[in-house]
């Protein structure tokens, strides 16, 4: 499956975003409030890779819990699947756990993603094409 991002938790994502300037990345689309899951979204590149900054605005965001823990750290990749129904049936067979039910994202012009849990794997998100 192809990588779409690679999910990045941040503390402060206004001083998260200058670091990674800092090393050659570029804005691709510019923070964003998600008030499904109550985080701020900032989507950046560098070459053929994109990192999705995310900060969590509220005790009540479900990746607060991660940002106690992790702090500012890489904690999903994220896939891009043709059938997000299909896809999420298939990781199932093989021992992943959806942990968070399919939902629209905002920030990724409204496409479709779950996030899943393997115990050999950690979390990986999927995306809908
Ligand atoms: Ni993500």
Redesign the pocket.
């Known amino acids: 499956m192809k990588i779409h ?1 690679v ?1 990045y938790l941040a503390k402060n994502l206004e001083k998260s975003v200058k670091r990674f300037i800092e090393l050659g990345y570029e804005v691709e689309r510019p923070c964003k409030y998600d008030p499904i899951r109550k985080i701020n979204i900032e989507f950046l590149v560098n070459g053929d890779y994109r990192v ?1 900054l995310i900060q969590p605005m509220s005790e009540e965001s479900p990746m607060y819990p991660l940002l106690k823990r992790f702090k500012n750290t890489p904690y ?1 990749f ?1 896939y891009e699947v043709a059938d997000l129904d299909l896809a999420t049936k298939e990781l199932s067979e093989k021992g992943y756990t959806v942990i968070q039910e399919p939902e629209i994202a905002p920030c990724i012009d409204d496409r479709r993603v779950v996030f899943m849990n393997n115990i050999s794997m950690g979390i990986i ?1 999927l995306v809908e094409n």
């Open positions: 991002h999910g999705e999903h994220c998100e």
